[in-house]
């Protein structure tokens, strides 16, 4: 059943690319260069004081144990990350004809009519958004199903009204893309959440004021064959950018950034969706770089810079004695520099389903504070949780090739349930080290732990 179902995927991914290829291969006389030159995001990257250089993928494999099993069944996803660079071209659709004037006043009309120009057109359409531009909206929710395969490529910059009344119909949201099948947005351009007001608002900076949510500055709701690529998304109100309920998603060359007391501003989250790949990202925040929760599966992650922020993490899960779902994921290859974690699987007690079959290799981590993390007694309110009984298992984790420094004291904490603890955890060659006291391992409630090769600091 299990290599039915790898097939089965590995043929969706198949006639994914082939479907996505045909899309560039077509009417390549309009095409325009995009509007940076080749060196633009390393120049962005290091003026935010980013290291350019995620760190490189190492296909290695663990010859024994379970370990290798897992591995072994991330070899039948493709590699996409030199998909794309040219669009297909058929119908051109530009804002401005629309009457956009990019003048600081809302173009949300314009906007919402050149996209309905464009998803009732049949054939290929390409939606611009032109360079050296920026172009003011107000919520705005893009909807499917389209007639045509849809290209929008954002050359300028989007950003979002920071007039909060503008979010009464829907708090949660800025940009949606919903229901949009064979969707690619790229282009070289910003989108700009202007969050500033709503982190001011937020009772995580402002502990007299209520708590409440604020809006994702860009989600794709309900999408099959996605490509979003060579954006820079900066300052959400809340989530920078979500995948929902989508299939088959590709997300590469990706800059996102916000302050890292930005409260909340996840990186890239990713809910209830399957096979997706993000890969040659940069992330620095004030929340998770990536987050991955309930739902999803077959998640990959490969070539990220991730810092200011909370690390990579799979959670939170179970909250409020929630069930929540998550395998077959895989983080190869990151750099993590001053985060609050590090590569973390995050639960509340009371919770109850699976996190399984998770993959953690080839991380390099720089004054990074617990930079190895099972939390099975997470607990983000103000008030103590209530100790229960039930918890979300946790089984099948792989944690190898990961070395660099620790700016905590436990650079290995795996705090399983006592109920339902860890099982099959396997640490191999970690190496981390501290500029001050010698680091330890806290290892509680693990069942069928492995530590192989040289193992520092290591489980008592």
Known sequence: MALERHSVQLLFFIIFIISYISRYTLCLANYHEPPYGSNYYLDEIYEYG????????????????????????????????NVGGFSKRGKTVNVDDFGAKADGTDDSKAFMQAWKEACSNTGAVIVV?????????KPIRFSGPCKANLTVQIYGTLEASDDQSDYKKDGRHWIVFDNVQNL??????????????????SCKINKSLPCKDAPTALTFYKGNNLVVSNLKIQDAQQIHVSFQKCKNVLAFNLMVTAPGDSPNTDGIHVTDTQNIRIT?????????????????QNVQAQDITCGPGHGISIGSLGKGNSNAYVSEVTVDGAKLSGTANGVRIKTWQGGSGYASNIIFQNIDMVNVKNPIIID?????????????????HIKNVVFKNIRGTSASDEAVKLDCSKSYPCEAIVLENINLQSEED??????????????????FPRCP
């Open 50 to 81: 980013y290291d350019s250089q995620a760190y490189p993928s190492y296909l290695s494999s663990i010859e024994d144990g379970k370990s290798k099993d897992l591995i072994k069944q991330r070899t039948q996803i493709l590699n996409l990350k």
């Open 129 to 137: 958004v032109p360079v050296d531009k920026t172009y003011r909206l």
């Open 184 to 201: 690619v947005v790229e282009g070289g351009g910003t989108v700009n959440g202007n969050g500033k007001i709503w982190w001011e608002n």
């Open 280 to 296: 040659s990202s940069t992330i620095g925040t004030g929340d998770d770089c990536i987050s991955i929760v309930s739902g999803s």
């Open 376 to 392: 099975q007694n997470y607990c983000d309110q103000d008030d103590p949780c209530k100790e229960q009984s039930s918890a979300v």
């Open 438 to 455: 010698e680091p330890k391992a806290l290892c509680n409630n693990v069942d069928d732990l492995a530590q192989r090769g040289s193992v």
